[in-house]
């Protein structure tokens, strides 16, 4: 134990502590220094973009290999290498972006929404990848998710227009006709050459037309003839114009848009049927069986593959019964006619037609042996009657009009002879000269109802429109229904109630 006891002057240095001192301000020194190397070698790690096996530029690499894969189709692949661009570049928003569409493309929903809400945590407004995930959530069913997506795109940028499109293409599918017009028409006004957008505006505007509450149809034509100028090859505008052609009974630009969708892509099945029964209410029953026939050859799937509208292939297989039957190819048209009765309901109706048909079959072999059989040779007439169709599909209107007056001299109740003759004096404008061999036709064949409607048509292109409204209602008696909207033939029905009227008021 220490006995003494010493007092510490104030003023007195003790060197110990001073020695301690130093230490201490020594450590915290070297300690300050240690740290600004280390947050010097730290802010240099976090700034290298190569550092933790980031590399944009290889990312930048990859990426490029993913976008040739996704163009050329190849789904898989591109996701494979946009998984593996995402590893050297964590925040890529463009990498992410494809990388949803990648799996969106393959089907696998869970991944492509993942991706997609990945894409959009990196920027919230990034308008590109909000609006594909709203065509995403559309596509899936999630309409009201989507529709908020497009309304998001539209709060960032009012002047995007594919966000106007997406929300008009939701509000057309909920019926609100008026609010998807009013988009599109936005969409159109910020991007004049957007080519979907006038598509789906004159349709909408047609449907609207359909309803009844638009009178006027010219905005409709206006807008899908627009967009047939910007994609000029889509089979599909061509086949809306064609249709909506034939709902106003202007059969002859209907047929040229029908053609021209057949142009674009020959394996149009729909193109097909509405062109065969265009082609039946002229009369021309040789080339509806041409096409009716052409369209049941074309595989379903392939019509699904490319979004065409599907055939109904009862409706097809009936025009054919009936243009064979009309041609007395009664063994065929009995097989087409057993086709449809195996599709109908209530077919007691056609069973009877049936045997029917196998009476007049056996009449006709009974009636071939007989002496007094006709004289000429049906097949002879019947190769001249596809002949002179050919002809006339050439423009040797002349070779044609030969061809079909040799048939008739052959048989000179050929009706289909007359019919084509009218056919090709109507296309040369000598309108008395058509009706009259169209009259000729009707009078040789009044089981064909197309004969009816054509010469109504004819009637109308004459200006006799009491008269073309009286035809018209000859084939509603003979075919039991219109084959389009009757809009513009009750219209001219009507002339006729107010003719009569002011006739008895007389």
Known sequence: MNLFRFERNPHTINFSDVSRCALKTAGVFVFALIMMVNSSAFAQQYNNPNAGGQNPGKAQEIFQ???????????????????????????????????????????????????????????????????????????????????????????????????????????????????AIEEFRTAIRLRPQYYEARRDLGLCVYEKYNSGALKDISESVEQLRSAAKLVPRSPMIHYYLGTIWCAQGNLDEAEKEFRVTLMNDPQHGAGHYELGKLRYLRGDIDRCMDEMGAA?????????????????????????????????????????????????RSNNE?????????????????????????????????SLIIRGT??????????????????????????????????????????????????????????????????????????????????????????????????HITQLQLEDVRQQMRERSK
């Not at 169209?438 to 197309?450: F, H, I, N, R, S």
Request: charged share 25%; aromatic share 12%.
């Open 296 to 344: 049941l050859k074309v595989n379903p799937t392939y019509t699904e593959s490319k979004q065409y509208p599907n055939i109904n292939r009862k409706e097809t297989k009936t025009y054919l019964a009936k243009c064979k039957e009309l041609k007395h190819y009664y063994p065929a048209a009995i097989r087409d006619w057993t086709e449809v009765a195996s599709q109908t």
């Open 390 to 487: 050919e002809e006339v599909d050439e423009g040797n209107y002349q070779g044609a009009k030969a061809t079909f007056n040799r048939a008739l001299e052959i048989n000179p109740n050929c009706w289909e002879a007359y019919q084509h003759l009218g056919g090709i004096l109507e296309q040369e404008g000598d309108l008395t000269r058509a009706s009259q061999s169209y009259q000729k036709a009707m009078e040789l064949e009044p089981a064909c109802c197309g004969l009816y409607y054509n010469m109504g048509y004819v009637l109308e292109k004459m200006r006799l429109p009491v008269e073309a409204g009286r035809m018209y209602k000859r084939y509603h008696e003979c075919d039991g229904r219109y084959p389009y909207d009757p809009k």
């Open 350 to 382: 056609i069973l009877s037609h049936i045997k029917e048909l196998q009476r007049l079959e056996q009449r006709k072999q009974k009636a071939s042996g007989k002496k007094n059989a006709p004289v000429f040779d049906e097949d002879e007439v019947n």
């Open 65 to 179: 290999k993913a976008k040739q894969a996704f163009a050329a189709g190849d789904y898989a692949a591109s996701v494979n290498l946009l998984e593996l661009a995402k590893n050297y570049n964590h925040s890529d928003k463009n990498i992410i972006h494809m990388l949803a569409l990648a799996y969106a493309e393959q089907g696998d929903n869970y991944n492509a929404m993942l991706w997609f809400r990945s894409a959009l945590s990196l920027d919230y407004n990034f308008l590109e990848a909000r609006n594909n995930y709203g065509i995403f959530l559309n596509k899936t069913g999630k309409q009201k998710e989507a529709k908020k997506e497009f309304e998001t795109c539209i709060q960032i940028n009012p002047n995007y227009a594919n966000a106007h499109y997406g929300r008009g293409s939701i509000l057309k599918d909920q019926g609100d006709l008026d609010g």
